[in-house]
């Protein structure tokens, strides 16, 4: 199921985001959330996965989003 962030803010005002992780990947990071027991990666709006080239915009979108914190893996 592709989530783009329209639906990831549903998720989290729904309060069903269980787990959110960010994933180092060879161009950047990407944002993956758990939603009951898979994992479901950011998309863009035109499809495939949305890259973040700064873990810093990342984490500022996590926030804006509500999400109170955030696994990082390298």
Do not use: C
Not at 52 to 70: N, Q, T, W
């Amino acid at each position: 199921m592709p989530v783009k962030e329209a639906d990831l803010r549903l998720y989290v005002s729904a309060g069903i985001v269980q787990r959110t992780l960010i994933q180092k990947v060879a161009d950047g990071w990407t944002l993956q959330v758990q939603l009951k027991n898979e994992l479901h990666t950011l998309q863009r709006q035109r499809g495939g996965n949305r890259v973040f080239r700064s873990l810093d915009k990342l984490a500022i979108l996590v926030g804006e989003l509500g999400l109170s914190g955030f696994e990082v893996r390298l």
